[in-house]
Structures are given as structure tokens and as C-alpha cells.
């Protein structure tokens, strides 16, 4: 079991499109979401995962991407001592968020991330977010982690997915900045 590690305190994100850059603020320890979106957007496209290695790489002491990794690479590399930035199908465009920790999820009896969503808190039985909520130090369950991260390509699939109650731990599809700072 890992427990949360906090590099800065919750930063959200000002609009729509800077989850990525709020992610990375919070990973660097500064509040400055629009500086870094602007140079996310010289450095490519903000939200690619290999625009987001180029900046990060530099900037954090240790790093590294992985491309297709699993729940199981997750709690791992929370185990080691990481934070994680990654992807999921929250929204139709698809939606960056912090994993800080991990811990049993007495409701399922298997376990839940402790995520900062930058945006608000997600709710995975209705697949939205919840309005006027906080994603500050938030937890996601596995199976809602698992559905919209790792196995699936949108927003409907994911919702699907969640419904099923699917959980393979150890599949592969979701992708992970592993980062400590």
C-alpha cells in the first residue's frame, strides 16, 4: 500500500484545456498553469504524452515514460516513491490527472488511487463530474481507473467498461509520466 505523496498542494485548472499543464504545476511545485501551457504549445501539442516527457524530463529528478503500462506499473511506481500523471476518457477529448497514492477500497475490497483531478471530482456510476465539486486529494476506485485509463478509447467505451466491473490489474494500455521531484 502506498500513501499519498504530495509534491504541491491541488492545483486546478483555470479552463477546459490546461489539465496537463495544472498536472505539471502541481508535479513542479508552482501554480503557473498558463506559463506552462505556453510552453507546452511551443513545444508541440499540449496534451501529447510525448510533448509533456519533452518539458517534464528536464525540470524533475527522476523520469520516466511508459507508453502502454498497467495498474500494476501504477501502484509500483507509487510504491517507489513516484507521482504519476496520466490519461483517461473523463471527457470526449479525454483528460489528464495526478495518481498520489494508493490504498484498500473497503467498497470493493480491492483497492482506489488517491488522484488530484485538476478539474473536479469524477463520478464513474454517472461518468461525469461531479459540479461545484473538488478533485483535491480525491479517490478513484480501480475498476473506474482501470475502465477509463487503461481500456478504453473514449468516453462511452470506458463508461461500458466501468459497468461491466472489469479490473485486469495487470493489462496494459494506459499511459504513465512516472516522476519524483
Same mark, same amino acid.
Not at 30 to 49: F, H, W, Y
Not at 108 to 136: C, H, K, Q
Given at each position: 500500500?502506498?500513501?499519498?505523496?504530495?509534491?504541491?498542494?491541488?492545483?486546478?485548472?483555470?479552463?477546459?484545456?490546461?489539465?496537463?499543464?495544472?498536472? !505539471?504545476?502541481?508535479?513542479?511545485? =508552482? =501554480?503557473?498553469?498558463?506559463?506552462?501551457?505556453?510552453?507546452?504549445?511551443?513545444?508541440?501539442?499540449?496534451? @501529447?504524452?510525448?510533448?509533456?516527457?519533452?518539458?517534464?524530463?528536464?525540470?524533475?529528478? @527522476?523520469?520516466?515514460?511508459?507508453?502502454?503500462?498497467?495498474?500494476?506499473?501504477?501502484?509500483?511506481?507509487?510504491?517507489?516513491?513516484?507521482?504519476?500523471? =496520466?490519461?483517461?476518457?473523463?471527457?470526449?477529448?479525454?483528460?489528464?490527472?495526478?495518481? =498520489?497514492?494508493?490504498?484498500?477500497?473497503?467498497?470493493?475490497?480491492?483497492?482506489?488511487?488517491?488522484?488530484?483531478?485538476?478539474?473536479?471530482?469524477?463520478?464513474?456510476?454517472?461518468?461525469?463530474? !461531479?459540479?461545484?465539486?473538488?478533485?483535491?486529494?480525491?479517490?478513484? @476506485?480501480?475498476?473506474? !481507473?482501470?475502465?477509463?485509463?487503461?481500456?478504453?478509447?473514449?468516453?462511452?467505451?470506458?463508461?461500458?467498461?466501468?459497468?461491466?466491473?472489469?479490473?485486469?490489474?495487470?493489462?496494459?494500455?494506459?499511459?504513465?509520466?512516472?516522476?519524483?521531484?
Amino acid at each position: 500500500m502506498s500513501t499519498s505523496t504530495k509534491v504541491l498542494d491541488y492545483v486546478a485548472q483555470p479552463n477546459a484545456y490546461t489539465c496537463q499543464s495544472a498536472c !505539471i504545476a502541481k508535479v513542479l511545485g =508552482t =501554480t503557473d498553469v498558463e506559463g506552462i501551457r505556453a510552453a507546452l504549445e511551443a513545444i508541440g501539442t499540449p496534451g @501529447s504524452p510525448d510533448t509533456m516527457a519533452q518539458y517534464l524530463k528536464p525540470r524533475v529528478k @527522476s523520469y520516466k515514460f511508459l507508453i502502454s503500462g498497467s495498474l500494476e506499473d501504477a501502484k509500483a511506481a507509487l510504491d517507489e516513491g513516484c507521482v504519476i500523471i =496520466t490519461h483517461g476518457w473523463f471527457t470526449g477529448s479525454g483528460h489528464v490527472i495526478t495518481l =498520489t497514492g494508493y490504498e484498500p477500497d473497503p467498497a470493493t475490497l480491492s483497492y482506489r488511487f488517491i488522484v488530484d483531478d485538476p478539474w473536479m471530482e469524477f463520478s464513474f456510476p454517472d461518468a461525469d463530474y !461531479i459540479p461545484n465539486s473538488s478533485g483535491d486529494n480525491v479517490r478513484y @476506485s480501480s475498476y473506474g !481507473i482501470y475502465a477509463y485509463c487503461v481500456a478504453s478509447s473514449s468516453l462511452d467505451r470506458a463508461a461500458q467498461i466501468y459497468d461491466q466491473g472489469r479490473l485486469l490489474s495487470s493489462e496494459k494500455g494506459a499511459w504513465l509520466h512516472l516522476i519524483k521531484n
